[in-house]
């Protein structure tokens, strides 16, 4: 029985120990953390002004990289994966068939469009093209040809666009030749009327007996030569189509279209932009000072928005001094470094207002030493936290997503180091202005005797979350209700979470009112089977050895599922039938097939350049004297549902290539649009990595830094929480997983961080109950947290009914993030800490643990006008701290009778936590 006592003993002082030695680390990490910026911002207000200046002269320095700023643009630098193979491809295919055309899409809708007034309309259009002159440049000079003909592919090259015999045209012509075609007399190529017929309407026999849209396709030469002329082209044949006048729906879609209606929008949206930064300038200038002549802190503001652009410098310059790539993407960047900054410049000046009675009767140095005490580590919380979860994110395959993480996180840095320098020097500064009475608006002007009026000195807010807010949040009905709609937004937005489907289109970019939508629409409408142009490229193989294989590629393109009915065009088929049909000459030939590789040549360069029916074909084949360079077959995909049908279709292709068995890695197929689809491919795994990656950075940095296990657990599942509500809420709100919305949610990581990190550890410093303490730092630090994410609202709030898909998808993103942010943050957070929060900080009780009473000789000058606050352990203890000291032992040895300790610089009315 003495045994068992002496074991349970043994294992109760061996917890007891192990959890004082974990309070006590915590404890330590939070002194040495306080103790370091107490002696920054003492260093920094003992010197303004030669902390503004290097500041200044730091940020200049490094801002002279942006001397190598160039917007790299080219898709494949910024979103294929690192290592694709599709980047060899392209780098290939650029090489020896570079895409230099322009195009001019034209859709004719109608009840019945095979009907001679319709077809007359098309033919007046076409008559129109013909007829456009600009810069001495007509459709006949700049068109992209096709043997002797202009490539203008729709319905009237059946009639060779003879205008006569167009004209003369009577319904039932039309519909005997829609019925009876087979190819194309024009270019001598497979024709499929379901590629220039929209909704067809057939009888009881499979006849052709109408349709519903009619479809025509002009192909330009992008010569740099005639580029303006082409350009100008495009805008009068999408004049002549939006004048309209024949009485039917056209629509009209061209190579410019996308810059002038989805760039038009972003430019109309930049001024929103801009108003939003003039807004939170405004409301930053009336939250952070008070409404008196002398403490207005009109110029402090502009100082601490000042802070952002610099940082912003910093980041740029460094970054390209570093040669990180800069893409278009990272324009939305200082809108987080704003969010950031204009938060921890509210810490900073919240934590100066709630200094205490005794603190504030210190010198200034010293009072910014102890604001810097208090606020310090919570911006660093937030800060290191946000820099390591981008660090992380830099990782990604993904170049610009990789290139925007570093840019954040050297920015973010940058920021956090302005905020405890040069912001807390010009707050210094402005110190001075107001201890002299100098005018917050003309500073060489002095008040002599200028008393502010009582309401000035009121803070509304905190005195609301302290008196109102929080008691009310902190009743049982509050907490219950917090609780449950915490539950149900989780329970359904992690439903609708794990419903985000990956998609990405360039349609969602263009103005839902613009003529290139609806021109969109009518293509889905009228011919939804039509998807993207593709082809199968092959280099320096032996063409006449692999006829086999060539030939069954051909035919398996044509059945492949995602092949688009008559749009295979083979080189090589035409060829062969040249040959076989004895068109050739008979000594390079043997069974209807050249002989040799060398007959092989030559015939398909007889056939190629010298013959009507091969002059098509001329631009398939790329050949020298000796060698065939290249080749390629071209084909168009079906329309596929969405990104995961699109990534499918791609691959298929690429098997049938594979299952072809020609020489390896000599054929392949490519397109520009699969760049998109490797991306995509990635691009859902890499987010949910990254999004996994940072959360578990979060974590860990707020676990040392809050220095409590429970508490950094909560914090991260406010941050948990907010993600989930934030991704559901977007796939309620139609918007779906592309790059845009991929970089967004990265940075929602680093925006709810913000508002749980500051909350979770001024709670840690609090005393008394966990209710009173949740209050208390629902009033110290609620003001601050709130106005940091309303300030980020009202930097894009007037983009709520923005054009532009992706200022939408911005505003809807960084609207959830502080929505629900602030929620778990200023609500959830707070309740479930009055729960179960942990014991506060104790950093005065770190040097031993006492195994003996011991009470040292007092300090009488401890409370000294002139003496510094005790930040540290200080060898000289009162007896009260002597007693204090005792606490870890007490709590191994019950029958001691001491409660927890106080903080070493107040007095608590309660203490532990009931």
Request: hydrophobic share 45%; charged share 20%; glycine share 8%.
């Given at each position: 029985m003495p045994g068992e006592?002496?074991?349970?003993?043994t294992g109760i002082a061996n917890k007891n120990r192990f959890s004082f030695y974990l309070k006590r680390f915590s404890n330590s990490i939070i002194w040495a953390l306080e103790t370091l910026f107490y002696h920054i911002g003492k260093t920094v207000a003992t010197s303004p002004v030669f902390i503004i200046i290097g500041c200044l002269l730091l940020c200049g320095v490094a801002s002279l990289g942006l001397k190598y700023f160039h917007v790299t643009e080219e898709q494949d630098k910024l979103w294929v994966p690192v290592g694709s193979q599709i980047l060899v491809d392209k780098k290939w295919v650029d090489e020896h068939f570079p895409a230099r055309t322009r195009f001019t899409s034209v859709i004719i809708a109608g009840n019945n469009v095979l009907v001679p007034s319709v077809i007359n309309a098309m033919m007046d259009l076409y008559?129109?093209?013909?007829?456009?002159?600009?810069?001495?440049?007509?459709?006949?000079?700049?068109?992209?040809r096709v043997g002797p003909y202009c490539s203008v592919s729709s319905l009237l090259e059946l009639w060779l666009y003879n205008e006569t015999v167009i004209r003369s045209?009577?319904?039932?012509?039309?519909?005997?030749?829609v019925n009876t075609v087979k190819s194309s007399p024009m270019f001598n190529k497979e024709y499929d009327v379901g590629m220039?017929?929209?909704n067809i309407r057939r009888d009881f026999r499979g006849e052709i007996i109408g349709a519903d849209a009619l479809s025509m396709v002009w192909l330009l030469e992008d010569n740099d030569e005639w580029t303006d002329?082409?350009?100008?082209?495009e805008a009068d044949m999408i004049g002549r189509v939006q004048r309209g006048g024949s009485g039917l729906d056209v629509f009209i879609y061209t190579t410019r279209s996308f810059d002038d209606e989805g760039y038009g929008a972003v430019n109309n949206d930049i001024v929103r932009l801009s108003l939003?930064?003039?807004?939170v300038f405004i409301f930053v200038i009336l939250s952070l000072g008070r409404f008196s002549l002398i403490e207005h802190k009109f110029y402090l503001s502009i100082v601490g928005l000042s802070s952002v652009g610099l940082a912003i410098a910093f980041a740029y310059g460094v970054a390209l001094t570093l040669g990180v790539i800069y893409g278009p993407i990272h324009s939305i960047m200082p809108f987080l470094l704003l969010g950031i900054g204009v938060d921890d410049m509210f810490v900073i000046v919240e934590a100066w207002k709630n200094l205490d009675q005794s603190e504030s009767k210190l010198d200034l140095p010293e009072r910014v030493a102890m604001a810097m005490k208090h606020a310090g580590v919570s911006i660093t919380v937030t800060s290191l936290t946000d820099i390591v979860a981008f660090g992380i994110g830099a990782s990604t395959v993904i170049p610009a997503l990789s290139a925007f993480c570093i840019y954040a996180a050297v920015g973010i840095a940058a920021l956090y180091l302005l905020q405890a320098t040069y912001f807390v020097a010009c707050m210094t500064l402005d110190q001075m202005r107001i201890e002299k009475s100098r005018d917050a608006f003309i500073v060489c002007y002095k008040h002599d005797s200028y008393t502010p009026n009582k309401c000035s000195q009121q803070n509304f807010l905190s005195v609301a979350m302290g008196k109102y807010y929080g008691p009310y949040l902190l009743t049982l009905p509050g907490k219950v209700c917090v609780l449950v709609v915490t539950a149900v937004l989780f329970a359904v937005n992690m439903w609708g979470f794990t419903e985000l489907r990956q998609h990405f289109s360039l349609t969602n970019y263009i103005p839902r009112d613009s003529y290139a939508y609806s021109f969109v629409g009518a293509k889905e409408q009228y011919f939804p089977d039509d998807g993207i142009d593709t082809a199968v490229y092959c280099g320096e193989i032996g063409y006449r050895e692999s006829r086999a294989e060539m030939e069954k590629l051909s035919e398996d393109l044509r059945w492949d599922e995602h092949t688009q009915n008559g749009t295979v065009i083979s080189w090589y088929e035409a060829f062969s039938q040249w040959t076989a049909d004895n068109r050739a000459n008979s000594s390079l030939v043997e069974d209807g097939f050249p002989r040799s590789e060398v007959a092989f040549r030559s015939l398909l360069r007889d056939f190629l350049y010298k013959t009507s029916a091969g002059q098509i074909y001329s631009r398939y084949v790329k050949m020298t004297d000796t060698a065939i360079i290249g080749s390629y077959?071209?084909?168009?995909?079906?329309?596929?549902?969405?990104?995961?049908a699109e990534i499918r279709a791609m691959d298929s292709i690429r098997e049938t290539v594979r299952e072809a068995r020609l020489p390896e890695g000599k054929c392949f197929a490519y397109t520009q649009h699969y760049l998109t689809y490797e991306t995509n491919k990635v691009l859902k795994k890499e987010l949910y990595q990254n999004l996994g990656l940072a959360g578990g950075c979060v974590f860990l940095v707020t676990l040392v830094l809050i220095a409590d296990l429970k508490t950094s657990l909560l914090v991260s599942t406010c941050v948990f929480f907010t993600l989930i509500d934030v991704g559901g809420t977007l796939h309620f709100w139609g918007v779906t997983i592309d790059t845009a919305s991929s970089i967004l949610l990265i940075l929602a990581v680093g925006l709810a961080v913000d508002y749980s990190a500051h909350v979770g550890h001024t709670f840690m410093k609090e005393r008394g109950t966990r209710r009173d303490?949740?209050?208390?730092?629902?009033?110290?630090?609620?003001?601050a947290v709130f106005n940091g994410g309303f300030s980020t609202f009202l930097a894009f709030v007037l983009l709520a009914d923005s054009k532009s898909y992706g200022f939408t998808v911005f505003f809807r993103v960084f609207f959830t993030v502080v929505l629900f942010g602030l929620f778990h943050g200023l609500a959830y957070l707070p309740v479930i800490l009055s729960w179960i929060g942990s014991a506060p900080y104790d950093t005065g009780s770190l040097e031993q643990l006492p195994k003996v009473p011991v009470a040292p000789a007092p300090n009488t000058n401890v409370n000294s006008r002139n003496q510094p606050p005790r930040i540290g352990p200080n060898k000289n203890k009162s007896p009260r701290e002597a007693e204090l000291l005792l606490m870890p032992a007490a709590k191994s040895c019950p029958n001691l009778g001491l409660s927890s300790p106080p903080s070493p610089t107040t007095l608590p009315r309660h203490n532990g936590n009931r």
């Amino acid at each position: 029985m003495p045994g068992e006592v002496t074991e349970a003993y043994t294992g109760i002082a061996n917890k007891n120990r192990f959890s004082f030695y974990l309070k006590r680390f915590s404890n330590s990490i939070i002194w040495a953390l306080e103790t370091l910026f107490y002696h920054i911002g003492k260093t920094v207000a003992t010197s303004p002004v030669f902390i503004i200046i290097g500041c200044l002269l730091l940020c200049g320095v490094a801002s002279l990289g942006l001397k190598y700023f160039h917007v790299t643009e080219e898709q494949d630098k910024l979103w294929v994966p690192v290592g694709s193979q599709i980047l060899v491809d392209k780098k290939w295919v650029d090489e020896h068939f570079p895409a230099r055309t322009r195009f001019t899409s034209v859709i004719i809708a109608g009840n019945n469009v095979l009907v001679p007034s319709v077809i007359n309309a098309m033919m007046d259009l076409y008559v129109f093209s013909k007829g456009i002159w600009k810069n001495n440049h007509t459709l006949e000079t700049m068109c992209l040809r096709v043997g002797p003909y202009c490539s203008v592919s729709s319905l009237l090259e059946l009639w060779l666009y003879n205008e006569t015999v167009i004209r003369s045209l009577s319904f039932k012509h039309i519909l005997e030749t829609v019925n009876t075609v087979k190819s194309s007399p024009m270019f001598n190529k497979e024709y499929d009327v379901g590629m220039s017929i929209g909704n067809i309407r057939r009888d009881f026999r499979g006849e052709i007996i109408g349709a519903d849209a009619l479809s025509m396709v002009w192909l330009l030469e992008d010569n740099d030569e005639w580029t303006d002329a082409a350009m100008a082209w495009e805008a009068d044949m999408i004049g002549r189509v939006q004048r309209g006048g024949s009485g039917l729906d056209v629509f009209i879609y061209t190579t410019r279209s996308f810059d002038d209606e989805g760039y038009g929008a972003v430019n109309n949206d930049i001024v929103r932009l801009s108003l939003g930064f003039f807004i939170v300038f405004i409301f930053v200038i009336l939250s952070l000072g008070r409404f008196s002549l002398i403490e207005h802190k009109f110029y402090l503001s502009i100082v601490g928005l000042s802070s952002v652009g610099l940082a912003i410098a910093f980041a740029y310059g460094v970054a390209l001094t570093l040669g990180v790539i800069y893409g278009p993407i990272h324009s939305i960047m200082p809108f987080l470094l704003l969010g950031i900054g204009v938060d921890d410049m509210f810490v900073i000046v919240e934590a100066w207002k709630n200094l205490d009675q005794s603190e504030s009767k210190l010198d200034l140095p010293e009072r910014v030493a102890m604001a810097m005490k208090h606020a310090g580590v919570s911006i660093t919380v937030t800060s290191l936290t946000d820099i390591v979860a981008f660090g992380i994110g830099a990782s990604t395959v993904i170049p610009a997503l990789s290139a925007f993480c570093i840019y954040a996180a050297v920015g973010i840095a940058a920021l956090y180091l302005l905020q405890a320098t040069y912001f807390v020097a010009c707050m210094t500064l402005d110190q001075m202005r107001i201890e002299k009475s100098r005018d917050a608006f003309i500073v060489c002007y002095k008040h002599d005797s200028y008393t502010p009026n009582k309401c000035s000195q009121q803070n509304f807010l905190s005195v609301a979350m302290g008196k109102y807010y929080g008691p009310y949040l902190l009743t049982l009905p509050g907490k219950v209700c917090v609780l449950v709609v915490t539950a149900v937004l989780f329970a359904v937005n992690m439903w609708g979470f794990t419903e985000l489907r990956q998609h990405f289109s360039l349609t969602n970019y263009i103005p839902r009112d613009s003529y290139a939508y609806s021109f969109v629409g009518a293509k889905e409408q009228y011919f939804p089977d039509d998807g993207i142009d593709t082809a199968v490229y092959c280099g320096e193989i032996g063409y006449r050895e692999s006829r086999a294989e060539m030939e069954k590629l051909s035919e398996d393109l044509r059945w492949d599922e995602h092949t688009q009915n008559g749009t295979v065009i083979s080189w090589y088929e035409a060829f062969s039938q040249w040959t076989a049909d004895n068109r050739a000459n008979s000594s390079l030939v043997e069974d209807g097939f050249p002989r040799s590789e060398v007959a092989f040549r030559s015939l398909l360069r007889d056939f190629l350049y010298k013959t009507s029916a091969g002059q098509i074909y001329s631009r398939y084949v790329k050949m020298t004297d000796t060698a065939i360079i290249g080749s390629y077959i071209s084909l168009r995909h079906r329309k596929q549902a969405d990104s995961a049908a699109e990534i499918r279709a791609m691959d298929s292709i690429r098997e049938t290539v594979r299952e072809a068995r020609l020489p390896e890695g000599k054929c392949f197929a490519y397109t520009q649009h699969y760049l998109t689809y490797e991306t995509n491919k990635v691009l859902k795994k890499e987010l949910y990595q990254n999004l996994g990656l940072a959360g578990g950075c979060v974590f860990l940095v707020t676990l040392v830094l809050i220095a409590d296990l429970k508490t950094s657990l909560l914090v991260s599942t406010c941050v948990f929480f907010t993600l989930i509500d934030v991704g559901g809420t977007l796939h309620f709100w139609g918007v779906t997983i592309d790059t845009a919305s991929s970089i967004l949610l990265i940075l929602a990581v680093g925006l709810a961080v913000d508002y749980s990190a500051h909350v979770g550890h001024t709670f840690m410093k609090e005393r008394g109950t966990r209710r009173d303490r949740a209050i208390s730092t629902l009033a110290r630090i609620g003001p601050a947290v709130f106005n940091g994410g309303f300030s980020t609202f009202l930097a894009f709030v007037l983009l709520a009914d923005s054009k532009s898909y992706g200022f939408t998808v911005f505003f809807r993103v960084f609207f959830t993030v502080v929505l629900f942010g602030l929620f778990h943050g200023l609500a959830y957070l707070p309740v479930i800490l009055s729960w179960i929060g942990s014991a506060p900080y104790d950093t005065g009780s770190l040097e031993q643990l006492p195994k003996v009473p011991v009470a040292p000789a007092p300090n009488t000058n401890v409370n000294s006008r002139n003496q510094p606050p005790r930040i540290g352990p200080n060898k000289n203890k009162s007896p009260r701290e002597a007693e204090l000291l005792l606490m870890p032992a007490a709590k191994s040895c019950p029958n001691l009778g001491l409660s927890s300790p106080p903080s070493p610089t107040t007095l608590p009315r309660h203490n532990g936590n009931r």
